[in-house]
């Protein structure tokens, strides 16, 4: 069984930093790929970033210059450095393990508890 647990969230102040972590216990497959959700009350879940195999990693544009999405290489860590933080980025941000689909869509599989991130003066 994988599991997944996220870290790192909280209130910061527009403008700054966080870094989230994804400790994943269990097996975890160096083929598969990784990817953040975020999702505030009220709103439609959404793709973040996510990363393949190979360490390629895919932004949506909201998050473009300012998000950074990496793992370690046996699969036990994933981060999400965010920097430049504002207001509507405050969601619950969940971490998860999956795969890409032959169309290129990424399919999350596992999914850790989510962490909460506050951006607010």
């Known amino acids: 069984q994988v599991q997944l647990v996220e870290s790192g969230g909280g209130l910061v102040q527009p403008g700054g930093s966080l870094r989230l972590s994804c400790a994943a216990s269990?097996?975890?497959?160096?083929?598969?790929?990784m990817g953040w959700y975020r999702q505030a009350p009220g709103k439609q879940r959404e793709l973040v970033a996510s990363?393949?195999?190979?360490?390629?990693?895919i932004y949506t544009d909201s998050v473009k210059g300012r998000f950074t999405m990496s793992r370690a290489n046996v699969w036990s860590t994933a981060y999400l450095q965010m920097n430049s933080l504002k207001p509507e980025d405050t969601a619950i941000y969940y971490c998860?393990?999956?795969?890409?689909?032959?169309?290129?869509?990424?399919?999350?599989?596992?999914w850790g508890q989510g962490t909460q991130v506050t951006v607010s003066s």
């Open positions: 998860t393990q999956g795969s890409y689909l032959r169309d290129g869509t990424y399919s999350p599989g596992v």
């Open positions: 990363i393949t195999a190979g360490g390629i990693t």
């Open positions: 269990g097996s975890i497959p160096r083929s598969n790929a």
